[in-house]
């Protein structure tokens, strides 16, 4: 390199010699400006095609998605002993607005139990006489017609129903991370609960028939591995948007020839997706206090294919089968979201 710049030089040092202007010296080396130009024109190309196939790639394959999503968040981690981002990513807004002594001393609200909810949330479900039926919608749509009014939804066309079988293989599909893990708020008539086998009770469910069995199993994954895990399983519904949060936590619902007289509550948090993959389930949404009164308890059954989205801000979350109509087995899947608007 040093050689060929010391050429150049000994060659422009010459062509002033002969009494070459400026003009002549651009005309003479156009032709490697425009081979330097050539070069660069291709490299930016060949980023931008790069540029586009990584953004294709995330738009359309969710676990490239996922994955992107999960390795920005460790950066963001490792980022935090250098910047602290938190009050940015909770606060709901950038700029703060600056409220007065008095002003924040009335507006302070206290910690709202499990069964509560700001009073003035009630206005939001004095209406509610039904839970309005949606279907070929994206999310933006749902969330400014029905969540940001309180209201649950049902999206009838969520997902394709499948069969009991079909689900089982997805599960053991799905690998050690989940049929190994220990799951929360798991009740079954399986077997004891300080006993309980995830991989074993999956095979009871394999090795029954309908015409003889009674049975139910409720469970949650709570572990990080076993969440991800499960997502191989539980798929996202065509109008879940790539911005939102995944879940962070996701249950599963089943049952088969198996009633109970009173629905059984789980505890939620967050916005949530029931997904009904299989058979029925008879759901039931009771207001939180103060609204219990002014707001109806809203009693549905959810049927294959369709999808019950609602916000624990509002509703407790019941589920069951009151009556059995039919031996089939019943299978739903609760994902768990933190949603901010």
Not at 41 to 60: D, K, P, Q, R
Request: hydrophobic share 40%; net charge neutral.
């Amino acid at each position: 390199m040093e050689t060929l710049e010391k050429e150049f030089a000994d060659f422009f040092v010459e062509c002033k010699k002969q009494g070459f202007t400026a003009t002549d010296m651009l005309a003479i080396c156009q032709p490697l400006f425009q081979r330097r130009c050539n070069r660069c024109l291709v490299i930016a190309c060949c980023a931008l095609a790069a540029f586009g196939a990584l953004y294709l790639l995330y738009s359309w394959c969710e676990e490239f998605s996922w994955l992107v999503s999960a390795i920005g968040r460790l950066l963001l981690i490792q980022l935090l002993p250098y910047w602290n981002w938190t009050p940015l990513y909770n606060s709901r807004c950038l700029i703060e607005r600056a409220v007065d002594d008095v002003s924040s001393a009335t507006t302070a609200t206290k910690t709202l139990g499990r069964y509560e909810t700001e009073a003035g949330n009630c206005v939001l479900c004095e209406t509610l006489e039904r839970i309005p039926t949606a279907s070929n919608i994206t999310f933006s749509a749902l969330e400014s017609l029905y969540l940001e009014r309180g209201w649950p939804v049902i999206v009838t066309d969520s997902q394709q129903p499948r069969t009991l079988q079909t689900i089982l293989d997805e599960m053991y599909r799905a690998g050690g991370d989940f049929l190994e893990s220990e799951p929360c708020d798991v009740a079954t008539n399986f077997m004891l609960k300080k006993i309980f086998n995830l991989e074993l009770a999956l095979a009871k469910i394999k090795d029954t028939t309908a015409a003889n069995s009674k049975w139910f199993l409720q469970l949650r994954n709570c572990q990080r591995h076993a969440v991800k895990a499960s997502r191989r399983f539980v798929t996202r519904p065509y109008y879940y948007p790539l911005h939102l949060e995944p879940f962070y936590s996701s249950w599963v619902l089943m049952a088969q020839n198996y009633a109970n007289e009173a629905l059984r509550e789980i505890y939620l948090q967050g916005l949530i997706f029931v997904q009904q993959l299989s058979g029925y389930f008879d759901m039931r949404l009771r207001p939180k206090q103060p609204c219990l009164g002014p707001c109806p308890v809203v009693n549905i059954r959810l049927s294959a294919g369709e999808c019950l989205i609602f916000s624990t801000d509002l509703w407790t979350f019941s589920y069951g089968n009151g009556v059995l109509e039919s031996k089939a087995a019943s299978v739903a899947t609760v994902l768990e979201i933190d949603w901010q608007l």
